[in-house]
């Protein structure tokens, strides 16, 4: 008898994801289940402002306007929605869908899951004196928002009460597909390891085409990005599974793309906190099993923490930038002169006006390897784009500030455009603050259909069976230097592949060995020393590194590395996307017998260390 599977396809990676999901998951004709991401950490707040204005708001649009437009697809393929489109508002929400579902003639049941919002219970986490997780600063006065990352029971509960569509709030983006994965298999809220390997299901498809080709290091050997392919999990009853996608698509589904995804913004990968299990992905094994089929095993789970993770956004000042271009020989030199002329002019109009300086400043040319650091290339280009980005406690300020740019158009550098289109607008700076909240102080409410879900009919996660965190659970090794006799230096990507990103004012750089032969490699000369070191124009407070032995690969968290992150940086990356690019540009050496080694990657440095020996 063929072994039962539910199969979940990953619809939408971010707020504004590709029309092309739903129609493609759809016409694939195996999903069980869409789930539906939209909530990245600064949306909430964006979210909370529009339901100031309206209270009708809060919610994203554009999800609910396409789960709307398929809705009638979706209930004739027996297809289900798990969505946080619900923002700060999921009630708001849900009305909006069945009012959609109205005036398609489909019949739907929608539930909302709200009871994340923390603002009501501001006093009591003062009475607790609860503190940011990295700086230690009180929860501050007037947040905007402040939303803690509820689990995946409530929507297996609304699942089971009969609904079609599930629309939440904050929760953890995994949970999207872990709900339908208890609701379908029944697994308790002790069955540890199935708690985590689904929730590993869930990370690999929560971020859309990110596990099927999109951002993959060696992106050469995706077909294209015309036509992405979206995910697709197949989880089986003990939890593990594979991932594909659609047929006829440009998707690429291999070793590296399922690995790149697996590392990407985990933090410790022993002890990756989520509010159902603890989880331990570092003895997970993948494994190609067909052309755009990968398998996954092993990963591991303890019990929750008896906290949850919320996110308070913060008020603080407003930020505007200015870009143009420069042409011509020393295009690099005449640019950052004149966007430092543009500041000193700026601070003598602040004088004259009576405006403080600015809060802070940063000038990158793009083009001249600014962001390399120490590490930049010494390129001397002929075209370059200027970007001058700058902070301040007064709108008004900046309004004045960008009011004087156009006029560096004439009094300015030769070979300069750009300048004529159009006065940017201050927007106002929100600060990420990450606390760990007592989860009693939370209690998840259930909407189906106008009807509240009594609390008795669902099961959250028992308090009972939390458990403290003390520390990191992810182990660093000293290995002895691999490397004897003949060696060759060659740039890390030689020997490894990677994907980085953001965990609030801090980068997630996973690096992954292209062989397991590479594996001592990385694990000898790639430390959080040396990486910190290199990487050093990040300016981190601290490096960690943990080691995943099972997909022969090691992850750095490199702490308060993005100039406050998100809205707060004025950095052109400010969630670190290129920062594992970076990194595997770290010089390696590498034995001489291995330059035969055929998984080596194809690039001119290679090539040339084969072509002198």
Same mark, same amino acid.
């Given at each position: 008898?063929?072994?039962?599977?539910?199969?979940? #396809?990953?619809?939408?990676?971010?707020?504004?994801?590709?029309?092309?999901?739903?129609?493609?998951?759809?016409?694939?004709?195996?999903?069980?289940?869409?789930?539906?991401?939209?909530?990245?950490? %600064?949306?909430?707040?964006?979210?909370?402002?529009?339901?100031?204005?309206?209270?009708?708001? #809060?919610?994203?649009?554009?999800?609910?306007?396409?789960?709307?437009?398929?809705?009638?697809?979706?209930?004739?393929?027996?297809?289900? !929605?798990?969505?946080?489109?619900?923002?700060?508002?999921?009630?708001?929400?849900?009305?909006?869908?069945?009012?959609?579902?109205?005036?398609?003639?489909?019949?739907?049941?929608?539930?909302?899951?709200?009871?994340?919002?923390?603002?009501?219970?501001?006093?009591?986490?003062?009475?607790?004196?609860?503190?940011?997780?990295?700086?230690?600063?009180?929860?501050?006065?007037?947040?905007?928002?402040?939303?803690?990352?509820?689990?995946?029971?409530?929507?297996?509960?609304?699942?089971?009460?009969?609904?079609?569509?599930? %629309?939440?709030?904050?929760?953890?983006?995994?949970?999207?597909?872990?709900?339908?994965?208890?609701?379908? +298999?029944?697994?308790?809220?002790?069955?540890?390891?199935?708690?985590?390997?689904?929730?590993?299901?869930?990370?690999?498809?929560?971020?859309?085409?990110?596990?099927?080709?999109?951002?993959?290091?060696?992106?050469?050997?995706?077909?294209?990005?015309?036509?992405?392919?979206?995910?697709?999990?197949?989880?089986?009853?003990?939890?593990?599974?594979? %991932?594909?996608?659609?047929? #006829?698509?440009?998707?690429?589904?291999?070793?590296?793309? !399922?690995?790149?995804? &697996?590392?990407?913004?985990?933090?410790?990968?022993?002890?990756?906190?989520?509010?159902?299990?603890?989880?331990?992905?570092?003895?997970?094994?993948?494994?190609?099993?067909?052309?755009?089929?990968?398998?996954?095993?092993?990963?591991?789970?303890?019990?929750?923490?008896?906290?949850?993770?919320?996110?308070?956004?913060?008020?603080?000042?407003?930020?505007?930038?200015?870009?143009?271009?420069?042409?011509?020989?020393?295009?690099?030199?005449?640019?950052?002169?004149?966007?430092?002329?543009?500041?000193?002019?700026?601070?003598? &109009?602040?004088?004259?006006?009576?405006?403080?300086? +600015?809060?802070?400043?940063?000038?990158?040319?793009?083009?001249?390897?600014?962001?390399?650091?120490?590490?930049?290339?010494?390129?001397?280009?002929?075209?370059?784009? !200027?970007?001058?980005?700058?902070?301040?406690?007064?709108?008004?300020?900046?309004?004045?500030?960008?009011?004087?740019?156009?006029?560096?158009?004439?009094?300015?550098?030769?070979? &300069?455009?750009?300048?004529?289109?159009?006065?940017?607008?201050?927007?106002?700076?929100?600060?990420?603050?990450?606390?760990?909240?007592?989860?009693?102080?939370?209690?998840?409410?259930?909407?189906?259909?106008?009807?509240?879900?009594?609390?008795?009919?669902?099961?959250?996660?028992?308090?009972?069976?939390?458990?403290?965190?003390?520390?990191?659970?992810?182990?660093?090794?000293?290995?002895?230097?691999?490397?004897?006799?003949?060696?060759?230096?060659?740039?890390?990507?030689?020997?490894? +592949?990677?994907?980085?990103?953001?965990?609030?004012?801090?980068?997630?750089?996973?690096?992954?060995?292209?062989?397991?032969? +590479?594996?001592?490699?990385?694990?000898?000369?790639?430390?959080?020393?040396?990486?910190?070191?290199?990487?050093?124009?990040?300016?981190?407070?601290?490096?960690?590194?943990?080691?995943?032995?099972?997909?022969?690969?090691?992850?750095?968290?490199?702490?308060?590395?993005?100039?406050?992150?998100?809205?707060?940086?004025?950095?052109?990356?400010?969630?670190?996307?290129?920062?594992?690019?970076?990194?595997?540009?770290?010089?390696?050496?590498?034995?001489?017998?291995?330059?035969?080694?055929?998984?080596?990657?194809?690039?001119?440095?290679?090539?040339?260390?084969?072509?002198?020996?």
């Amino acid at each position: 008898m063929r072994e039962r599977t539910v199969t979940i #396809g990953g619809a939408a990676g971010m707020w504004g994801d590709s029309y092309l999901a739903t129609p493609q998951l759809l016409a694939d004709g195996r999903c069980d289940y869409l789930i539906y991401e939209g909530l990245a950490e %600064i949306t909430m707040a964006i979210l909370t402002k529009a339901r100031m204005k309206d209270p009708a708001q #809060g919610y994203t649009h554009d999800l609910i306007a396409t789960i709307g437009s398929n809705l009638r697809r979706m209930r004739d393929s027996g297809v289900k !929605v798990v969505t946080n489109a619900g923002g700060v508002n999921p009630q708001a929400a849900a009305e909006r869908l069945r009012a959609l579902a109205a005036e398609a003639g489909v019949e739907v049941c929608v539930a909302a899951v709200d009871g994340d919002d923390l603002l009501p219970r501001l006093d009591r986490l003062r009475e607790l004196d609860i503190r940011e997780m990295s700086g230690g600063t009180p929860i501050p006065d007037r947040p905007i928002s402040m939303n803690a990352y509820l689990g995946a029971r409530p929507i297996a509960a609304a699942l089971g009460a009969g609904a079609d569509v599930v %629309i939440t709030g904050r929760c953890a983006d995994s949970a999207l597909a872990l709900g339908p994965l208890i609701h379908e +298999f029944g697994w308790e809220p002790e069955e540890f390891d199935k708690l985590s390997a689904g929730s590993l299901a869930g990370h690999l498809i929560e971020c859309g085409p990110q596990s099927t080709g999109g951002l993959l290091t060696d992106w050469e050997d995706t077909p294209s990005w015309a036509n992405s392919g979206f995910p697709i999990v197949m989880v089986r009853a003990d939890g593990s599974f594979e %991932i594909t996608a659609p047929e #006829g698509t440009d998707a690429l589904v291999d070793r590296r793309t !399922v690995t790149e995804q &697996m590392l990407y913004e985990i933090g410790d990968p022993a002890a990756y906190l989520l509010p159902d299990v603890t989880c331990d992905w570092t003895q997970v094994v993948i494994s190609e099993v067909g052309p755009n089929r990968v398998e996954v095993r092993g990963a591991r789970g303890a019990a929750p923490t008896p906290t949850l993770k919320a996110c308070a956004q913060v008020s603080d000042g407003h930020r505007t930038q200015v870009q143009f271009f420069v042409g011509g020989r020393d295009a690099a030199r005449r640019g950052r002169r004149a966007a430092q002329d543009l500041l000193t002019r700026g601070r003598k &109009m602040f004088a004259d006006k009576g405006f403080d300086d +600015f809060r802070d400043t940063l000038i990158e040319i793009v083009g001249a390897e600014d962001t390399y650091g120490a590490n930049a290339g010494g390129v001397a280009p002929r075209e370059v784009w !200027v970007r001058l980005a700058v902070r301040h406690g007064d709108p008004a300020a900046l309004t004045a500030f960008v009011r004087e740019f156009p006029s560096i158009g004439l009094g300015g550098p030769c070979g &300069m455009g750009g300048v004529g289109a159009g006065l940017p607008t201050p927007s106002p700076v929100l600060r990420l603050e990450s606390f760990l909240v007592p989860r009693e102080l939370l209690t998840a409410r259930i909407d189906l259909d106008g009807r509240p879900l009594e609390p008795s009919a669902w099961s959250e996660v028992p308090q009972s069976l939390t458990r403290a965190l003390h520390g990191p659970r992810g182990t660093d090794v000293d290995v002895a230097d691999e490397v004897s006799g003949p060696s060759v230096e060659l740039p890390l990507i030689a020997v490894a +592949f990677g994907r980085s990103g953001d965990k609030g004012d801090s980068v997630n750089i996973g690096i992954a060995a292209r062989h397991p032969d +590479f594996e001592p490699i990385i694990q000898a000369q790639v430390t959080a020393d040396r990486a910190g070191a290199y990487l050093a124009h990040l300016g981190a407070s601290r490096v960690d590194r943990f080691v995943l032995p099972g997909t022969h690969a090691v992850n750095f968290l490199l702490h308060h590395a993005l100039g406050g992150g998100g809205t707060a940086s004025l950095r052109i990356d400010p969630q670190g996307k290129a920062a594992a690019q970076q990194l595997l540009d770290l010089p390696v050496r590498i034995p001489a017998a291995l330059l035969a080694h055929p998984a080596l990657a194809a690039i001119p440095e290679v090539d040339a260390a084969r072509g002198r020996q």
